[in-house]
Nanobody, 125 residues
Framework: QVQLVESGGGLVQAGGSLRLSCAASGRTFSRYAMGWFRQAPGKEREFVAAISTSGGTTDYADSVKGRFTISRDNAKSTVYLQMNSLKFEDTAVYYC??????????????????WGQGTQVTVSS
């Protein structure tokens, strides 16, 4: 089992920044690729970003490329999502997820084994 707890969400004006954190406990964090997903009201959960076990490989949704940065600190068992130049359409509940590393980053929710409870990000226009 891997337990994931997100933090850092909140209310921010358009153009502002937030940094989300996801602290993991349980099984060895460094064995898992980590992903961030988001879900807006009435919409399906969608991929935002993912990072490999070493942090050397990352992937982003086109909608956030150049604005969001995913990173991880294996010593702290934590993954981060730095969000800059936030837009109204970034408003959603953000979830982190863990995927046992098999050598490739996944963007599909079904590939991820463990999920956090989510943190709300609200961007005012």
């Amino acid at each position: 089992q891997v337990q994931l707890v997100e933090s850092g969400g909140g209310l921010v004006q358009a153009g502002g920044s937030l940094r989300l954190s996801c602290a993991a406990s349980g099984r060895t964090f460094s064995r898992y690729a980590m992903g961030w997903f988001r879900q807006a009201p009435g919409k399906e959960r969608e991929f935002v970003a993912a990072i490999s076990t070493s942090g050397g490989t990352t992937d982003y949704a086109d909608s956030v490329k150049g604005r969001f940065t995913i990173s991880r600190d294996n010593a702290k068992s934590t993954v981060y999502l730095q969000m800059n130049s936030l837009k109204f359409e970034d408003t959603a509940v953000y979830y982190c997820a863990a995927d046992l590393w098999v050598g490739v980053l996944h963007t599909a929710t079904r590939r991820y084994d463990y999920w956090g409870q989510g943190t709300q990000v609200t961007v005012s226009s």
